[in-house]
């Protein structure tokens, strides 16, 4: 198979710590990059979920907590409450 160069910019101390983080897991960062393509191409997308870290909704543990609701309204495991019920239940 034919290889070609692949020049990409990006900040200096990001590149250094992705050099140490490939190296820790065994990999220098050609092959991760290359990784990264393969599972593009394979996957036809991008193989990790982009969300806007800076919105606090899209926090891991909100996201947990909204995962194991969904599951439990699939599974039946529903309380219907009337908004005046609700409001008793705060006071």
Do not use: H, W
Not at 38 to 59: G, M, S
Not at 79 to 88: F, G, Q, S, V
Request: hydrophobic share 40%.
């Amino acid at each position: 198979m034919a290889q070609t160069t692949l020049n990409v910019r990006m900040d200096e101390n990001i590149k250094k710590e992705f050099d140490i983080f490939c190296s820790r897991v065994g990999l220098n960062t050609s092959v991760a990059v290359n990784m990264f393509a393969r599972a593009v191409l394979r996957e036809r997308k991008i193989p990790f979920e982009i969300t806007d870290e800076t919105d606090p909704f899209y926090n891991q543990s909100n996201m947990r907590a909204l995962k194991k609701s969904i599951a439990q309204a699939n599974n039946g495991e529903v309380a219907i409450k009337t908004m005046e019920e609700l409001e008793a239940m705060e006071e």
